[in-house]
């Protein structure tokens, strides 16, 4: 029997009159400029300017406003327009035509996004991307977003993640029972069947809240991002693996009328410069972990924490029922993870002769050279 515990949100659908609140607020948004077949497009961010992933978008908006003589892209970072879990509202409200943000940032308005960003023991990038581009992926995410009045397109990858931040160590899964945790999507919904209580809430707000003592725990993303944010200084201990989100997609939603106006020349502009920024976002954290990890614990004296195999077979099994259960409570989040699943059963058999094995041999003790 899964425990079911709902995820805290912040953000304006607290209140039950906010989506008139929202409505009312549309008209002092900036109004996207439109003449004689050229558009100006707001996209809002759910990430901060500064970082990796403010930046990545920054430079898909200027690159599609450098090549198209059609199209511009004016960007709104969080909290510039809307808080950063609020970028999706905005385009169904009509007040911006593109959001960025994870996927299971819409479990307000979708139950079947969230499997589109990640599953726990779930796929790794290389397989998100082969299910996206040649597995029928993105077909089969559309019609989770097509339902909430978006076009979907993948537009970046974390990569593999760790398994968050602590004050005290977790020797047991019964260290879960009463843990305030900052941890999105189904990964949260896993711990909250074990006693947790999750959290939502968008990057800039993590490490006050963990700070304050709002929360006791959070994950991010990985060592260069949670170097970025701080973390550090809130928390004593690091674990690791990211059991709950081996890899994350990060998603471009663009409102689907708007989409529909474009020409054939721009739509495939903006098909394959979001496939770019998808190469080049798990590129760039790919890159740098390594070095943000060694001075997590060189410079900041961050204490590196494994979680037990006890603890990781349980939260696999209960894995497993939870997204099952998640998933049959509607027909298109039943056919999205049925998909997703099906694509899991066959690549983890590839990538277990490939690159496990060869991960193994690697790691053997011959001498090759090092820096």
């Not at 950063?84 to 035509?97: N, T």
């Not at 954290?285 to 204490?303: M, R, S, T």
Request: neutral net charge; glycine residues 10%.
């Amino acid at each position: 029997m899964v425990k079911k515990k709902p995820m805290k949100r912040r953000g304006f659908l607290k209140a039950a009159g906010a989506s008139v609140a929202a409505a009312a607020a549309v008209s002092s948004f900036p109004t996207p400029a439109i003449s004689e077949g050229h558009k100006e497009w707001i996209a809002c961010s759910s990430f901060g300017k500064a970082g990796l992933l403010g930046k990545a978008l920054q430079r898909f908006a200027d690159f599609i406003s450098a090549q198209s003589d059609k199209l511009k892209i004016k960007v709104y970072h969080a909290g510039e327009l809307v808080p950063g879990l609020e970028s999706l509202d905005a385009v169904r409200s009509g007040a911006a035509q593109m959001a960025y943000g994870a996927p299971y940032y819409w479990t307000n308005v979708s139950n079947s996004t969230q499997f589109v960003a990640c599953m726990p023991f779930g796929l790794t990038a290389q397989e998100q991307n082969a299910w996206c581009y040649y597995g029928g992926g993105i077909e089969a995410a559309d019609k989770s977003y097509n339902e909430i009045g978006v076009k979907f397109l993948p537009m970046g990858n974390t990569g593999n993640q760790m398994g968050g931040w602590f004050n005290k160590e977790i020797k047991s899964i019964d260290d879960f029972n009463g843990l305030k945790m900052r941890m999105p999507g189904l990964g949260g919904e896993v711990i909250a069947s074990f006693g947790a209580n999750t959290i939502l809430l968008a990057g800039s707000d993590v490490l006050p809240s963990l700070a304050s003592g709002a929360i006791d725990a959070t994950e991010w993303i990985g060592p260069a991002a949670d170097l970025g944010a701080g973390l550090y200084q809130a928390a004593k201990y690091y674990y690791n693996p990211g059991w709950h989100e081996p890899a994350t997609i990060l998603d471009c939603s663009i409102d689907m009328k708007e989409w529909e106006g474009l020409d054939d020349n721009t739509r495939a502009l903006i098909t394959q410069a979001s496939k770019a920024t998808n190469l080049e976002v798990l590129s760039h954290f790919q890159a740098a972990n390594d070095g943000a990890y060694q001075k997590l614990i060189n410079d900041h004296g961050v204490q590196m924490r494994q979680m037990p195999d006890e603890v990781m077979n349980a939260l696999g099994q209960r894995a497993g029922e939870v997204c099952s259960e998640i998933a049959s409570r509607d027909a298109v989040s039943k056919e999205l993870f049925s998909h997703i699943v099906n694509f899991r059963s066959t690549v983890i058999r590839w990538t277990g002769v490939s690159e496990k094995e060869y991960l193994r041999v690697r790691n053997l003790p011959f001498s090759y050279p090092s820096a």
